[in-house]
T-cell receptor, first 113, second 110 residues
Framework: KAGVTQTPRYLIKTRGQQVTLSCSPI?????VSWYQQTPGQGLQFLFE???????NKGNFPGRFSGRQFSNSRSEMNVSTLELGDSALYLC????????????FGQGTRLTVV | GQQVMQIPQYQHVQEGEDFTTYCNSS?????IQWYKQRPGGHPVFLIQ?????EVKKQKRLTFQFGEAKKNSSLHITATQTTDVGTYFC??????????FGKGTKLTVNP
């Protein structure tokens, strides 16, 4: 079966702009989690959506938001981009959330200049 | 909040040597998962441990969950160049969140 698909793979944005990242989970998976990965901080949890509802949220500012559609596809939005937002953004899908195996997408590499 | 510490941060071994990475949580965990991320790749699930004192093996990899469910380890016997990558533990505590350790980057000299 198809894996987790993230688009786009690479993005370059300017400070102050906003960006939307997309994640298509594995068919049948209802949970989508987003992570920010940087060399210094490792993998940091952003939020989790389950059946269109945000179930958990990490410690990120309100500039980071997300949503999930009825087909389980999810989007993540970052507004007013800062240089420090440059990172690899990973999406992970699972059947039922953190108690089950997570399948990661290839990630979106965001560079803010 | 819940914190997961992982050591060492880096480990360089000669091919054939053993390797171990350790994970410690500030709180008792419901479960712990291990992932491997190859250079330039994304994390790939290796295993999940749920029971106190649990030990699971996958070929040359041995995973342990501590009796108190606050620590875990991954041991690789006789490393190979294909073992290169960063190994992450991820623990779930009282909340429905997975907290990742910062990972151990393993390099193997052939």
């Amino acid at each position: 079966k198809a894996g987790v698909t993230q688009t786009p793979r690479y993005l370059i944005k300017t400070r102050g702009q906003q960006v939307t990242l997309s994640c298509s989970p594995i068919s049948g998976h209802r949970s989508v989690s987003w992570y920010q990965q940087t060399p210094g901080q490792g993998l940091q949890f952003l939020f989790e959506y389950f059946s269109e509802t945000q179930r958990n949220k990490g410690n990120f500012p309100g500039r980071f938001s997300g949503r999930q559609f009825s087909n389980s596809r999810s989007e993540m939005n970052v507004s007013t981009l800062e240089l420090g937002d440059s990172a690899l953004y990973l999406c992970a899908s699972s059947l039922a959330g953190v108690r089950t195996e997570a399948f990661f997408g290839q990630g979106t590499r965001l560079t803010v200049v | 909040g819940q914190q997961v510490m992982q050591i060492p941060q880096y480990q360089h071994v000669q091919e054939g040597e053993d390797f171990t990475t350790y994970c410690n949580s500030s709180t008792t965990l419901s479960n712990i998962q291990w992932y491997k991320q190859r250079p330039g790749g994304h994390p790939v699930f290796l295993i999940q441990l749920v029971k106190s004192g649990e030990v699971k093996k996958q070929k040359r990899l041995t995973f342990q969950f501590g009796e108190a469910k606050k620590n875990s380890s991954l041991h690789i016997t006789a490393t190979q160049t294909t073992d290169v990558g960063t190994y992450f533990c991820a623990g779930q505590g009282g909340s429905e969140k997975l907290v990742f350790g910062k990972g151990t980057k393993l390099t193997v000299n052939p």
